[in-house]
T-cell receptor, first 114, second 111 residues
Framework: GAVVSQHPSRVICKSGTSVKIECRSL??????MFWYRQFPKKSLMLMAT?????????EQGVEKDKFLINHASLTLSTLTVTSAHPEDSSFYIC??????????FGQGTRLTVV | RKEVEQDPGPFNVPEGATVAFNCTYS??????FFWYRQDCRKEPKLLMS???SGNEDGRFTAQLNRASQYISLLIRDSKLSDSATYLC????????????FGQGTILTVHP
């Protein structure tokens, strides 16, 4: 299957700092990338949908100035958590689709803000 | 009403059992349907797509009923390795359609 690479897999940062997470589609062109967060024992919650070359569409309740998404190319999208706080600690996962195919997921990033 | 709803579970079954998961979705315009599995602290992985004609992959059978907006997954001859959370996923019809996940159903297969 297609490969989506997410980096870093784990990050610990101090409160108030920013963290950037990268999501790359390695063998296909991702027309759409999605960013999710998942709390323990909960399902994935969509944060935003990112289309290459255009602004991301954020879900209701997700602060676009806090979670900056950039999808500058068909193979790379980034999520920057700005001014992170302990409540931002979560598992963040990206997924990518090419056209109408199924989505493939990155390995996820476990963010801990201390 | 949630966009995608699944059986709450959890399901605890012995090896060799047959187990069925159900899922309903609210958006009648949805066009793509999937079952993913997620192991603890790992990313979701596609198990199978779901088609109106029904589809089977080894011990797994998925079915879709568009009229009832209902999706099912049947697992026969359960293995210990089937223990995971199973996620029902629905997507819109355009290439930009977002994926909407059900809350997941936890399956534990015991010896």
């Amino acid at each position: 299957g297609a490969v989506v690479s997410q980096h870093p897999s784990r990050v610990i940062c101090k409160s108030g700092t920013s963290v950037k997470i990268e999501c790359r589609s390695l063998d296909f062109q991702a027309t759409t990338m999605f960013w999710y967060r998942q709390f323990p024992k909960k399902s994935l919650m969509l944060m935003a949908t990112s289309n290459e070359g255009s602004k991301a569409t954020y879900e209701q309740g997700v602060e676009k100035d806090k979670f900056l998404i950039n999808h500058a190319s068909l193979t790379l999208s980034t999520l920057t958590v700005t001014s992170a706080h302990p409540e931002d600690s979560s598992f963040y996962i990206c997924s990518a689709r090419e056209g109408r195919t199924e989505a493939f997921f990155g390995q996820g990033t476990r963010l801990t803000v201390v | 009403r949630k966009e995608v709803e699944q059986d709450p579970g959890p399901f605890n079954v012995p090896e060799g059992a047959t187990v069925a998961f159900n899922c309903t979705y609210s958006n009648s315009a949805s066009q793509s349907f999937f079952w993913y599995r997620q192991d603890c602290r790992k990313e979701p992985k596609l198990l199978m797509s779901v088609y109106s004609s029904g589809n089977e992959d080894g011990r797994f059978t998925a079915q879709l009923n568009r009229a009832s907006q209902y999706i099912s997954l049947l697992i026969r001859d359960s293995k210990l390795s089937d223990s995971a959370t199973y996620l029902c996923v629905v997507a819109g019809g355009t290439s930009y359609g977002k994926l909407t996940f059900g809350q997941g159903t936890i399956l534990t297969v015991h010896p």
